[in-house]
């Protein structure tokens, strides 16, 4: 990324605002951060996913079973 | 129920955008805060995302519960010990369309107490597509300090005319 990343600091007792660039450190934490999320929202999305299967999965076996949709719905709600 | 609803302080993001917006020094006067933010990211690819510290305060002290859209799907999700409240995906940024924003409300009461916090948070971004997200959010801070200063802190920079105003609501 070639644009400088900054923050802008505004005091609120004195009212002053002050753009700062963000340090070297800041950058690393805040691509550290963003790798975390990025880690735990695949986990997230990998369990939602696996939950979603399980349901179409149970909802197949019901209906196979000779439940009405509707009752296979109210079942795996 | 609320008597008085003061400006505290606002930010407009200059002509060369800033990736964090942070309110330091909150006086510990008012009864609850909220912010009234309206941003665009400079991202020029995939999603862009928005996250909000208390105190400068990272680590396993956030929890969040979430209902999101994108105008397709509606999806809910927790996250427990999490670094921050998010709303993920929801910030316009260049692959949306020009000159949209985003528009969010942060509501955070009893924030000088010394009980854990609680943020209520709603997010809606703008797009002429039919995929653009909405988010409510309910987070938790569990800390017992009263709040000092809020971090904004976006993917790639605000871009310019990026705003954020800090409420004071006083019910006395």
Same mark, same amino acid.
């Given at each position: 990324?070639?644009?400088?990343?900054?923050?802008?600091?505004?005091?609120?007792?004195?009212?002053?605002?002050?753009?700062?660039?963000?340090?070297?450190?800041?950058? #690393?934490?805040?691509? !550290?951060? =963003?790798? &975390?999320? $990025?880690?735990?929202? +695949?986990?997230?999305? #990998?369990?939602?996913? !696996?939950? =979603?299967? &399980?349901? $179409?999965?149970?909802? +197949?076996?019901l209906l196979a079973l000779g439940l009405t949709e509707a009752e296979a719905n109210a079942l795996v709600k | 129920m609320a008597t008085t609803f003061t400006?505290?302080?606002?930010v407009t993001v200059g002509g060369g955008g800033s990736a964090v917006i942070e309110f330091t020094s909150i006086p510990q006067t008012y009864t609850d805060?909220?912010?009234?933010?309206?941003?665009?990211?400079?991202?020029?690819?995939?999603?862009?995302?928005?996250?909000?510290?208390?105190?400068?305060?990272?680590?396993?002290?956030?929890?969040?519960?979430?209902?999101?859209?994108?105008?397709?799907?509606?999806?809910?999700?927790?996250?427990?010990?999490?670094?921050?409240?998010?709303?993920?995906?929801?910030?316009?940024?260049?692959?949306?369309?020009?000159?949209t924003f985003g528009s969010a409300q942060i509501y955070i009461p009893n924030y000088a107490s010394s009980n854990n916090k609680s943020l209520s948070v709603?997010?809606?971004?703008?797009?002429?597509?039919?995929?653009?997200?909405?988010?409510?959010?309910?987070?938790?801070?569990?800390?017992?300090?009263?709040?000092?200063?809020?971090?904004?802190?976006?993917?790639?920079?605000?871009?310019?005319?990026?705003?954020?105003?800090?409420?004071?609501?006083?019910?006395?």
């Amino acid at each position: 990324m070639s644009e400088t990343l900054t923050k802008i600091v505004v005091n609120c007792e004195t009212g002053v605002q002050e753009i700062i660039p963000l340090t070297v450190e800041e950058i #690393a934490q805040r691509e !550290a951060d =963003a790798a &975390a999320y $990025a880690a735990q929202k +695949a986990i997230d999305d #990998a369990a939602q996913a !696996a939950a =979603a299967e &399980a349901k $179409a999965s149970g909802l +197949a076996k019901l209906l196979a079973l000779g439940l009405t949709e509707a009752e296979a719905n109210a079942l795996v709600k | 129920m609320a008597t008085t609803f003061t400006l505290i302080s606002s930010v407009t993001v200059g002509g060369g955008g800033s990736a964090v917006i942070e309110f330091t020094s909150i006086p510990q006067t008012y009864t609850d805060l909220q912010i009234l933010l309206s941003v665009r990211s400079s991202t020029a690819a995939g999603n862009s995302n928005c996250f909000i510290y208390l105190n400068g305060t990272f680590g396993t002290s956030y929890a969040q519960q979430r209902l999101s859209g994108d105008g397709s799907n509606v999806v809910s999700d927790s996250q427990t010990s999490y670094p921050w409240v998010d709303m993920i995906n929801a910030i316009p940024n260049a692959t949306y369309t020009a000159n949209t924003f985003g528009s969010a409300q942060i509501y955070i009461p009893n924030y000088a107490s010394s009980n854990n916090k609680s943020l209520s948070v709603d997010f809606v971004g703008e797009n002429n597509s039919t995929t653009s997200y909405i988010y409510i959010t309910a987070g938790l801070f569990q800390n017992s300090s009263g709040i000092t200063s809020i971090t904004i802190d976006g993917t790639d920079n605000f871009v310019q005319y990026s705003t954020a105003y800090l409420y004071g609501i006083s019910n006395a």
